[in-house]
């Protein structure tokens, strides 16, 4: 039975893993609530969740760890609040196995909704109907009334009770929409959540493209083809080989490209050793030479599991003399950002990954190439 049910959030998971517009990297979590037997040998209720910062597409059975729903099933009425540390040391007391993968941030989430699966993403269409005007109401009239809509609110113990006390007002909802942060599903089985998930995205899909929002939505998209065509295609040999020189080289004479890296790697590893990935593709540089590229940059993520890789904004650059000012300037902006969220935690390094270089393409910044590789992927989506 417990295997049985592990197997099957993988089989999940798997399908989720592979369709880029559900989530990316580490993105989304899932949950099947089952049986098992404790280390006494007591059957007791417990939930198989999604391990923090596991990749569906490659999960496996081990990295569903098992937590005992009896212990998280008071927190709700008995806690007003937690911290995200608190949370994090309570679900360690949770698990069956104390060895085991550590739970998803999003535990709670899915132990306070009384179903047996969720099914949880970042999905792009989703995303695109609450990351606008309208919001809610735009919601609604894409999935109907009988779609519960939570206001935006940071991952969390709050977020978790407010998606519990939602659902237990309107128990006959098919599903959960978070503002700016996606779609929830449920069912008797993982397939059941998955289907049902499917079907409110592509129902978001086709409001997307046949409704009233349809004329934006073109708009949007043939201005960027517009764009990707001036800068790629007429003016592409200036484009690709004067500006590119011009903006990137410190001095007259000097290569363009490959004397950015080192300079860029080495100010950005001041504080740990990072590893750069280059991205110069078209749609990248037709993105890096737009004229509103200030303005859309500093705009944020999609959604909040995007921070986690790529932070808030990234990096714009015009020459390799700007390199050490704007890291400062990045970096003194960061700690203020901090400042002024009061965490519990240690500030982590404020160094952006995402570096933009106007008309010259991306670099993406981890501590390692598959880390660099892992937010080049993420913001490039």
Same mark, same amino acid.
């Given at each position: 039975?417990?295997?049985?049910?592990?197997?099957? %959030?993988?089989?999940?998971?798997?399908?989720?893993?592979?369709?880029?517009?559900?989530? =990316?990297?580490?993105?989304?979590?899932?949950?099947?609530?089952?049986?098992? +037997?404790? !280390?006494?040998?007591?059957?007791?209720?417990?939930?198989?969740?999604?391990?923090?910062?596991?990749?569906?597409?490659?999960?496996?059975?081990?990295?569903?760890?098992?937590?005992?729903?009896?212990?998280?099933?008071? /927190?709700?009425?008995?806690?007003?609040?937690?911290?995200?540390?608190?949370?994090?040391?309570? *679900?360690?007391?949770?698990?069956?196995?104390?060895?085991?993968?550590?739970?998803? !941030?999003?535990? $709670?989430?899915?132990?306070?909704?009384?179903?047996?699966?969720?099914?949880?993403?970042?999905?792009?269409?989703?995303?695109?109907?609450?990351?606008?005007?309208?919001?809610?109401?735009?919601?609604?009239?894409?999935?109907?009334?009988?779609?519960?809509?939570?206001?935006?609110?940071?991952?969390?113990? %709050? $977020?978790?009770?407010?998606?519990?006390?939602?659902?237990?007002?309107?128990?006959?909802?098919?599903?959960?929409?978070?503002?700016?942060?996606?779609?929830?599903?449920?069912?008797?089985?993982?397939?059941?959540?998955?289907?049902?998930?499917?079907?409110?995205?592509?129902?978001?899909?086709?409001? =997307?493209?046949?409704?009233?929002?349809?004329? /934006?939505?073109?708009?949007?998209?043939?201005?960027?083809?517009?764009?990707?065509?001036?800068? %790629?295609?007429?003016?592409?040999?200036?484009?690709?080989?004067?500006?590119?020189?011009?903006?990137?080289?410190?001095?007259?004479? @000097?290569?363009? @490209?490959?004397?950015? &890296?080192?300079?860029?790697?080495? +100010?950005?590893?001041?504080?740990?050793?990072?590893?750069?990935?280059?991205?110069?593709?078209?749609?990248? =540089?037709?993105?890096?030479?737009?004229?509103? *590229?200030?303005? !859309?940059?500093?705009?944020?993520?999609?959604?909040?599991?995007?921070? %986690?890789?790529?932070?808030?904004?990234? @990096?714009?650059?015009?020459?390799?003399?700007?390199?050490?000012?704007?890291?400062?300037?990045?970096?003194?902006?960061?700690?203020?950002?901090?400042?002024?969220?009061?965490?519990?935690?240690?500030?982590?390094?404020?160094?952006?990954?995402?570096?933009?270089?106007?008309?010259?393409?991306?670099?993406?910044?981890?501590?390692?190439?598959?880390? &660099?590789?892992?937010?080049?992927?993420?913001?490039?989506?």
């Amino acid at each position: 039975m417990f295997n049985r049910s592990s197997e099957d %959030l993988v089989g999940q998971s798997r399908l989720v893993g592979a369709n880029e517009s559900l989530v =990316l990297w580490g993105g989304g979590n899932n949950s099947m609530k089952t049986r098992g +037997a404790d !280390i006494l040998g007591r059957e007791i209720d417990l939930m198989l969740i999604k391990s923090s910062g596991s990749d569906m597409k490659t999960i496996t059975p081990a990295q569903f760890p098992a937590v005992r729903l009896d212990y998280i099933a008071p /927190l709700r009425h008995r806690r007003e609040d937690m911290t995200d540390q608190e949370m994090v040391n309570w *679900l360690a007391r949770c698990l069956i196995d104390p060895g085991s993968a550590r739970p998803s !941030i999003e535990t $709670l989430l899915h132990a306070f909704l009384p179903v047996p699966a969720v099914l949880h993403t970042h999905a792009d269409a989703i995303l695109s109907l609450t990351n606008s005007t309208g919001r809610e109401k735009t919601v609604l009239e894409a999935l109907g009334d009988d779609v519960i809509t939570i206001p935006y609110r940071r991952p969390g113990f %709050l $977020l978790s009770r407010e998606v519990g006390e939602a659902f237990d007002a309107q128990p006959d909802a098919r599903a959960i929409v978070l503002m700016n942060h996606g779609l929830i599903t449920w069912g008797e089985t993982p397939q059941i959540a998955y289907e049902r998930h499917i079907e409110l995205v592509e129902q978001a899909e086709r409001f =997307l493209v046949e409704d009233r929002q349809s004329s /934006l939505v073109e708009d949007r998209q043939s201005s960027l083809v517009e764009d990707r065509q001036s800068c %790629l295609s007429g003016q592409a040999e200036r484009f690709l080989v004067e500006d590119r020189q011009s903006c990137l080289s410190g001095q007259a004479g @000097l290569p363009a @490209l490959h004397r950015v &890296a080192p300079i860029l790697r080495g +100010a950005l590893s001041d504080r740990r050793s990072l590893i750069l990935e280059f991205d110069d593709s078209q749609e990248t =540089l037709a993105f890096c030479s737009r004229d509103d *590229l200030d303005r !859309i940059t500093q705009i944020g993520a999609a959604t909040p599991d995007h921070l %986690l890789y790529t932070k808030r904004c990234p @990096l714009v650059i015009d020459e390799v003399s700007q390199i050490p000012a704007a890291l400062e300037k990045y970096d003194d902006r960061e700690g203020k950002a901090y400042e002024r969220q009061k965490s519990e935690f240690p500030m982590l390094d404020p160094a952006p990954r995402v570096v933009l270089v106007r008309n010259g393409g991306m670099f993406t910044a981890g501590k390692d190439a598959r880390a &660099a590789r892992i937010v080049r992927d993420i913001y490039r989506h």
